[in-house]
């Protein structure tokens, strides 16, 4: 039996459903996925390849505009999350998370 086959009475995981909020554009006669048109609209323009969409409460179905964050990399996302483990850990930071991630040359639009 090769890799990823199951034998009688074994369960094979099931994939899971896509937690993320989809749109039909009928104009464009194809689906967006909701958070990133919040983000684009939050940045005033589409979104660039490499540009990562964060929800801060976490919930994937919360597309409020308070609570989508736009990040100019997936880099710029790895440093806010240590940031915030950082904090949750009590340390108390000099800089705010903005002004780390201008120093790194990323930026985020909460």
């Not at 964060?54 to 999350?81: C, T, V």
């Amino acid at each position: 039996m090769s890799a990823g086959e199951g034998g009688p009475g074994v369960k094979l995981p099931m994939a899971l459903p896509n937690p993320y909020v989809r749109r039909w554009d009928p104009e464009a006669r194809e689906t967006y996925y909701e958070h990133h048109a919040v983000a684009a609209w939050k940045l005033g323009r589409p979104l660039q390849p490499g540009e990562v969409v964060h929800h801060d409460d976490g919930d994937k179905r919360h597309n409020h505009p308070d609570n989508i964050w736009g990040f100019s990399s997936q880099r710029a996302h790895m440093l806010y999350e240590h940031y915030r483990a950082r904090e949750a850990r009590g340390v108390v930071h000099l800089l705010s998370v903005e002004e780390v991630l201008r120093v790194h040359g990323c930026w985020v639009v909460r």
